[in-house]
């Protein structure tokens, strides 16, 4: 297929998709804040929403690495912040203190809920007006997008970057 040059850059799919990836969580993040969430970012929100839809899996510092596809470094630095400001717990495990077992507490709990409260919220506010069918449409056409660039023999998760109900 030839690429479109001589449209505007408006009509372009990448700049459209950023656009729209920052506008929802602009919205998202407002609408958690209004529900009491302050202090996630949107990469703590999705970890905390990962550790709650695992649940009763045990997991770790590496799924987390492997499931977002970000590095060792990052997850740790991530990872201690949110146990520091107790959202999760992270123990080490009998016979490995390497491995470090990742849980939510209480509040990591009630922070999840709040925030899947403000994503489907903002969710809905993204669908309004749209059919069901032309929701399909556009998760098909999105899932397409996404094998192009991301092959699955090159990225064995990719599938799970568009599933909402695993992170918010």
């Known amino acids: 297929m030839p690429v ?3 449209e505007t850059p408006d009509r372009y799919l990448g700049p459209r998709i950023k656009f729209l990836y920052h506008a929802f969580n602009r919205k998202f993040m407002e609408t958690a ?4 969430v302050e202090e996630l970012t949107s990469m703590h929100g999705r970890i905390l929403g990962y550790l709650y839809w695992s649940r009763p899996k045990d997991v ?3 799924d987390i690495e492997e499931h977002f596809n970000i590095t060792r470094s990052s997850v740790a630095g ?3 912040l949110m146990e520091q400001k ?3 717990l992270r123990q080490s495990v009998q016979g490995d203190a390497r491995l470090k077992k990742l849980s939510l507490t209480d509040l990591g709990t009630r922070a999840c809920e709040q925030s899947m409260e403000a994503f489907h919220h903002v969710e809905g506010l993204a669908i309004r007006g749209l059919s069901p069918e032309q ?3 556009f998760l098909s056409l999105c899932d397409a997008i996404q094998t192009n660039l991301i092959p699955q023999k090159e990225c ?10 695993q992170g918010v």
């Open 60 to 62: 770790y510092q590496k």
């Open 33 to 36: 804040r209004a529900n009491g």
């Open 4 to 6: 479109r040059h001589l």
């Open 86 to 88: 107790g959202y999760i």
């Open 78 to 80: 991530i990872v201690k």
């Open 135 to 137: 929701v399909e449409t």
């Open 156 to 165: 064995a998760h990719a599938k799970n970057h568009s599933v909402p109900s």
